[in-house]
């Protein structure tokens, strides 16, 4: 395992690695730490503490590794209670839970689980059996598994495979409930409770879509496995592993739905502020940056919801702000959101506004012709537009150049053909349409009704034109209740 180290910050809304440091580090009651290690084929050379934040590793502390492949680490404050990983050599590591001020282990550079000793440590030892246990089954189940592929799930032999394979299973469910059921107070019991899948009971009487109410049962119940009174939990990748699963996986991907889900995980972390703010950070940055389409009000909302009413206390007044201004960039142009007003001047100057624009789909088209991407996409655009004539479909474009003082624009349109409605701003009249409609790169395609409010964003041309080809059939009765 190569172990991941946070080496920077790409944008403000992630959290400061120094800031983290200092609060991993603060004094805790109870004693100070001191954790020991022996391993064999490692000598003279140096040993690292990392600990996990999330799914990250942030170092905490080094230690010299002696000829006898002895070192240990220690401090006079406590460490706080999650996973930790000892990493050797720079690229090798094992992890350890951190939850008693002292430990004593030995194992192999050779192969740290198979060869590990717990010698001091409740949690260790427990973890390493289940590490260990899970191994051993792993190992007597890819075989199976790998025939089950090869024959096909029909061939009488695989069926036999499968039966094995879920009985297989159904034991190391039955392991890690005991594990958790024995272990509920230590920390690696509630962390293999918080690995598990939501089990779906069978569905009462009267239920007629199955699937749906699996569905609902598993939101409802995703965190009952989780103890959110343990601190510890959030200093695991397991616990962020979770989080992305059921946010970006489970809960559908419609911005009222996970907004929803949001508030309701929030409202049971409140009294802890070291794992409200990784959950609100997690959820915040998760949906800016999802490729999702119209998914980034989420974004939004998290930040109308937090960051604006002063709930975001780990933000300095600077990345704040930055983290506001983004949101508010981007409001005015979310999905069911009316577009703002547009009106610029065509190549004769003659004026036009967006909102004249009388189609019932009007592709909103922001372009340059000296951009490489524009110039393989207009040439797809035309092609389709051809179609939607032809079909006599009204589908109409609102093209606007955005490159400012560009006098090439109205000899591309006449060289290339493009028989739509083009208009962009000069020196004379400047628009500050690329802030409104967040223009960063280009091309940009909006797809509006005839309202003008927002269907779809940032498409390219191929996925524009199966959006408005389901749109036209579902107009004509002939489409399904959803995109194929």
Partial sequence: ????????????????????????????????????????????????LANYYGKQLYYRDTAQIDSKGYFYFDGNKPLKPGIYAVAIAGSKYFEIIVNEPTMAMETDTANFVKYMKVK????????????????DQKIK??????????????DPAAKKLQKKLDEL???????????IKKHSNLLVGKVVSMSLDVEVPNPPKGVTDTALYQHYYTRQHYFDGFDFNEPGIVN????????????????????????????????????????????VHFITYNFETSKVMCIDA?????????YKTGRAT???????????????????????????????????GEWHSLYDQKNEYVILA??????????????RLKTMMAKYKEQKADVGIFGVVTEFENKDWPGYIKEHEIDWLNVSDNPEFPNRFRTTFDIYSTPKLYLLDKEKRIIAKQLDTEALEKMIDHLLKQREGKGDNGLN
């Fill in 120 to 135: 001091q440590s409740e949690e260790n030892k427990v973890f390493y059996d289940y590490i260990q246990y899970i191994g």
């Fill in 366 to 379: 922001f372009w340059d012709p000296t951009c490489s991407h524009c110039k393989k996409e207009l040439p």
């Fill in 236 to 279: 695991s990748p397991i616990f962020h592993n979770k989080l992305a699963q059921f946010f970006n996986r489970t809960v559908p991907q419609q911005p009222d739905t996970v907004f929803k889900e949001a508030l309701r995980l929030v409202k049971m972390l409140e009294h802890d502020p070291e794992m409200f703010k990784y959950v």
């Fill in 298 to 306: 989420v974004f939004v909302y998290m930040v109308d919801e937090f």
């Fill in 141 to 154: 189940a890819e075989p199976m598994r790998q025939q089950v592929k090869d024959l096909g799930p029909n």
């Fill in 1 to 48: 395992m190569k172990m991941k180290l946070i080496v920077g910050i790409r944008v403000a809304l992630l959290l400061l690695v120094a800031s983290l440091s200092v609060q991993l580090a603060q004094a805790q009651p109870g004693d100070a730490y001191k954790l020991e290690f022996t391993v064999k084929g490692a000598k003279d050379t140096t040993a690292y």
């Fill in 169 to 179: 299973d159904a034991q190391v469910l039955a392991y890690q409930h005991k594990l």
């Fill in 314 to 348: 780990w933000m300095d007044e600077k990345n704040l702000k930055t983290v506001i201004d983004r949101a508010n960039k981007i409001a005015p142009t979310l999905c069911q959101n009316k577009v703002p007003y547009l009106k610029l001047q065509d190549v004769n």
